[in-house]
T-cell receptor, first 113, second 112 residues
Framework: NAGVTQTPKFRILKIGQSMTLQCAQD?????MYWYRQDPGMGLKLIYY???????DKGEVPNGYNVSRSTTEDFPLRLELAAPSQTSVYFC????????????FGQGTRLTVV | DAKTTQPTSMDCAEGRAANLPCNHS???????VYWYRQIHSQGPQYIIH???NNETNEMASLIITEDRKSSTLILPHATLRDTAVYYC?????????????FGAGTTVTVRA
């Protein structure tokens, strides 16, 4: 049981490039989330999904896109990378509902230069 | 959203109990209190959660005041590996209950 798996672990992008951060979970969770964490700061919600085919914006969605075609996968797409997107990105999943816990991946450290 | 207030940082001695306070004075009756922690560079880790009653698991105890306006996370015998940022979170209302909102948390440093 791998839990939440994120790839890649590290990536350096040039300004204007695009990339997709991958996230997969094997717990059959309906809810999945993408967060970013800037150095010394708390986590900020980018996008979330409550099930396959359903996504919604969080606090800081600008510059990102997501899709949820399967229960297991929730990729995050960065179009036209900017230095402000330098951050650590965490994916998480939960069964859902008020009384459940979330499981987090180990993060993707992204640097845009 | 019910917001939470936590101290920015605290130290504790290895082997002693660490008591982490959290204020959530605007909490609603059906909102749970969750605690997560984040050890440096790792993804956040779930610790414990509760609604009204005190809760205990293998990691920690959660004490919630009777009026539910505050709570305390207790790490009974802190070790150096407990050094982390601890987040107190209140889950938002039903209909919006799938989002976890993290604040700045409390940076806990366990000293030998």
């Amino acid at each position: 049981n791998a839990g939440v798996t994120q790839t890649p672990k590290f990536r350096i992008l040039k300004i204007g490039q695009s990339m997709t951060l991958q996230c997969a979970q094997d717990m059959n969770h309906n809810y999945m989330y993408w967060y970013r964490q800037d150095p010394g700061m708390g986590l900020k919600l980018i996008y979330y999904s409550v099930g396959a085919g359903i996504t919604d914006k969080g606090e800081v969605p600008n510059g990102y896109n997501v899709s949820r075609s399967t229960t297991e996968d929730f990729p995050l797409r960065l179009e036209l990378a900017a230095p402000s997107q330098t951050s650590v990105y965490f994916c998480a999943s939960s069964k859902g509902g008020m009384n459940t816990e979330a499981f987090f991946g180990q993060g993707t450290r992204l640097t845009v230069v | 959203d019910a917001k939470t207030t936590q101290p920015t940082s605290m130290d504790c001695a290895e082997g002693r109990a660490a008591n982490l306070p959290c204020n959530h004075s605007t909490i609603s009756g059906n909102e749970y209190v969750y605690w997560y922690r984040q050890i440096h560079s790792q993804g956040p880790q779930y610790i414990i959660h509760g609604l009204k009653n005190n809760e205990t698991n293998e990691m920690a105890s959660l004490i919630i005041t009777e009026d539910r306006k505050s709570s305390t996370l207790i790490l009974p015998h802190a070790t150096l590996r407990d050094t982390a940022v601890y987040y107190c979170i209140v889950r938002v209302q039903p209909g919006d209950d799938y989002k976890l909102s993290f604040g700045a948390g409390t940076t806990v440093t366990v000293r030998a």
